[in-house]
C-alpha cells in the first residue's frame, strides 16, 4: 500500500531588517530617522566613531531630541580609552537587532563604517588574532624610521582589498591589519568568512554627485568648528592620554595638532576637509561593490522602496 507523501516543511522568512549606507554627510541620519518614523522603526547605529562617549561634535552624532524621539541604539557605548572590535559591534548590532524585532519593530542599521555592515549582512565570521607583541614593536619602529605611508603601501602590497577596509591616515589599523596578514600568513581580508543570513535585509545607499557631497563635508566641517569642536577636543584630552585610539578619528586628530601648536586653525580645518574628503570617496568604492545596494537619491525612493520591501 503506498503511503501518502508528507509535505516538505517550508522555510520560515527571515525578519526584515533595514540598512541605511552612504558616504559621510550624505544624509544617512536624517534617512534613518525620517524612515524609523514612517515605519514604526529604531536604528542601530553602524558608525565606528559614534561609538564613544564625549565624542559628539567630530562624529556629527544625532542630537539628544533625536534620540529621544527616535530610540538609538551602539552610540556612546565605549569610553575613548577602550577598543571596541568588528566582532563586538556583530555581536551588539545582533543582540539590538532581536531586540527590536521582539517590539515587532523594524530594525534599521545606519552608518558609514562598510565592514560593520558587511559584518552584519553577511554574516562574517571574524577570528581571533592575538597581538604579537614582538611583530608589533617591529611594526611600531618601521613606523617611526620610514613612516605611515610606507607600511601603509606594503599592506597594499600583500591586500589591495585593504585599501577599501583600513583608513591610510590611522596608524593603529594600518598597524593592525600588517599583524593580522603576517601572523596568519593570510590577508586581512581573507581572515573574514561569509556565513548563512540570519536576516532579510534591504541595503539602500545614498548617492549624491561628487560636488554636493564635498559641499555637504565642508559645510558640516565649518558648522563643527562653529559649535564648539574646539571645546570639545579640548575637555576629552584633559580626561584621556593624546594618543588615545579614538582621537586617531578624522577631526580629532586635527584639531588636537592644532592645539598642540603643530599647525594653525586654518590647517587644520582644511586637513580635515581634505581627509574627510578622501574618507568619502572610500566608503563610496567600498559599498558600490555591493551589487545589493539600492541607490537613490530621495527620500521618497526610499520610502517607496522600503514600503515594497515590508509589504
Not at 49 to 56: A, N, V
Not at 88 to 116: A, M
Not at 178 to 201: A, C, D, M, V, Y
Request: with cysteine.
Amino acid at each position: 500500500m503506498l503511503k501518502p507523501s508528507k509535505k516538505k516543511s517550508q522555510a520560515k522568512p527571515l525578519p526584515r531588517v533595514l540598512v541605511i549606507v552612504g558616504p559621510t554627510a550624505s544624509g544617512k541620519t536624517s534617512l534613518g530617522i525620517k524612515l524609523a518614523k514612517k515605519f514604526n522603526g529604531e536604528i542601530v547605529s553602524a558608525d565606528s566613531r559614534q561609538i564613544y562617549r564625549g565624542l559628539d561634535i567630530g562624529t556629527a552624532k544625532p542630537t539628544l531630541k533625536e534620540r529621544q524621539t527616535t530610540p538609538h541604539h551602539l552610540i556612546d557605548v565605549r569610553y575613548p580609552n577602550r577598543s571596541y572590535t568588528v566582532a563586538q559591534y556583530k555581536r551588539d548590532c545582533l543582540k539590538s537587532i532581536r531586540q527590536i524585532l521582539n517590539k515587532n519593530k523594524l530594525p534599521i542599521i545606519v552608518g558609514g563604517t562598510g565592514l560593520y555592515i558587511k559584518a552584519v549582512v553577511h554574516n562574517l565570521t571574524i577570528p581571533r588574532v592575538m597581538a604579537d607583541p614582538l611583530l608589533r614593536k617591529e611594526l611600531e619602529q618601521e613606523l617611526q624610521d620610514r613612516g605611515l605611508d610606507f607600511l601603509y603601501n606594503e599592506l597594499i602590497k600583500f591586500d589591495p582589498e585593504a585599501a577599501y577596509i583600513v583608513d591610510p591616515c590611522n596608524p593603529r589599523r594600518v598597524i593592525r591589519a600588517l599583524e593580522i596578514t603576517l601572523s596568519t600568513k593570510k590577508t586581512f581580508s581573507e581572515n573574514r568568512r561569509q556565513g548563512k543570513p540570519l536576516f532579510n535585509f534591504l541595503q539602500i545607499g545614498i548617492n549624491r554627485p561628487s560636488e554636493k557631497l564635498k559641499e555637504r563635508i565642508n559645510k558640516r566641517i565649518d558648522a563643527m568648528i562653529a559649535t564648539g569642536l574646539i571645546e570639545e577636543v579640548k575637555n576629552l584630552i584633559k580626561k584621556y592620554p593624546v594618543k588615545t585610539t579614538a582621537f586617531e578619528a578624522i577631526g580629532y586628530r586635527e584639531i588636537i595638532s592644532y592645539l598642540r601648536k603643530e599647525t594653525s586653525l586654518e590647517e587644520a580645518v582644511e586637513l580635515m576637509k581634505k581627509n574627510s574628503w578622501r574618507f568619502a570617496k572610500r566608503q563610496m568604492t567600498w559599498f558600490r561593490k555591493d551589487k545589493n545596494i539600492h541607490w537613490i537619491t530621495t527620500p521618497k525612493e526610499a520610502e517607496k522602496l522600503t514600503r515594497a520591501f515590508l509589504a
